[in-house]
């Protein structure tokens, strides 16, 4: 996992200011390979309770993850039970790794 232990503690930190402490917040795409350099870092949050404006948290959890974090790419899938999976998602939860 090419992320820093601070780092991690930010994202972790960022994404349950903003969702709450019930979310699990995952890392899934290039950024789990230790031998690739660069990439956005592809991140995954999950909840089993419905989340409402998920549109705005993720949005929010991006701003303060690029201001916390430098302006990088960071991309940021949400997914709740209220979600429809598509392939990308799918991929996501199949792959990604706990934070």
Known sequence: MRLTDEQVVIIKQAA???F???VSVKLFGSRLNDSARGGDID???ESTAS???KMQKMLTLTARLQ???GDQP???LVVDPTTSLNPVHL???KTAQVL
Request: aromatic share 0%.
């Open 43 to 45: 991140l995954l949050v």
């Open 67 to 69: 201001l916390r974090l």
């Open 20 to 22: 709450g402490d019930d």
């Open 74 to 76: 960071i991309d940021i």
């Open 51 to 53: 989340i409402e404006d």
């Open 16 to 18: 349950h200011e903003v």
């Open 91 to 93: 991929h996501a939860i």
